[in-house]
């Protein structure tokens, strides 16, 4: 069996190496995620069809507004991660933020997982210490991301 370079062959299509940002909110919230955080990858159905929707970025500062998130529901079920970059200390978060569900904020200073059921609002975030960056990542079972945090300028 060849092998072949990860984009290449007859599944090339489904490897996916750099960023197809997705412009997600107003070009003023874009401009200002990009001041705390780098978007690495993200895939949906418009970056491969039939695929879900995922999203990795690194945060590596605390954002100019509070909270940098509003709350949301997804009609699909999401996972969120938070993760320490220290490999000698892979559950050390080296930061601090709440992360809301349904209304009821959470501290989260440790390497973290979040399921949250579709129909479920979650997701005011606020970031208030950020000493090493932290690796995010969230997964939403739905092949695009809707009703999402990113600000839209309409209010929602």
Do not use: C
Request: negative net charge.
């Amino acid at each position: 069996m060849a092998t072949v370079r990860g984009t290449e062959g007859k599944y090339g299509k489904h490897f996916i190496q750099e960023l197809h940002d997705p412009h997600a909110g107003t070009p003023e919230f874009q401009e200002m995620y990009k001041r705390f955080s780098r978007r690495i990858l993200w895939m949906d159905s418009n970056v491969v069809p039939g695929a879900f929707q995922m999203n990795t970025a690194w945060y590596h500062h605390v954002p100019d507004r509070d909270p940098v998130f509003e709350e949301h529901v997804h009609e699909d079920d999401e996972i969120i991660g938070f993760f320490g970059t220290n490999p000698d200390d892979p559950y050390a978060l080296d930061a601090e933020l709440t992360f809301s569900i349904d209304g009821e904020d959470h501290l989260i200073d440790k390497t973290t997982l979040v399921f949250v059921p579709g129909g479920l609002p979650h997701g005011r975030i606020s970031i208030k210490r950020i000493g090493t960056p932290i690796f995010h990542f969230s997964v939403v079972t739905g092949k695009n991301y809707d009703n999402g945090a990113y600000d839209t300028g309409d209010g929602k």
